[in-house]
């Protein structure tokens, strides 16, 4: 690791890369649990209609959260 200490904008990238990845993985961990309520609740209400796996479930979340979700800063 020679080359991060002579050149240290190098290592801020890199430890900046690392705690993007890590936020990315565990964003993607916390989505992908809470889909699984929402494809359980979506089986039982419409399940003679069309079953749906989790990761359909995952999208379902984003999508409502896209439509639904809060906009702006909440100021009047």
Request: glycine share 10%; aromatic share 10%; net charge neutral.
């Amino acid at each position: 690791m020679g080359v991060l200490d002579d050149i240290p904008i190098l290592s801020r990238i890199i430890d900046l890369a690392y705690t993007m990845l890590l936020v990315i993985l565990i964003s993607a961990i916390i989505g992908l649990v809470l889909a699984y309520p929402v494809q359980l609740l979506w089986n039982y209400v419409f399940g003679e209609l069309h079953y749906i796996t989790v990761l359909q479930a995952w999208a379902l979340n984003v999508l409502a959260g896209i439509l639904f979700g809060k906009t702006g800063n909440g100021k009047k």
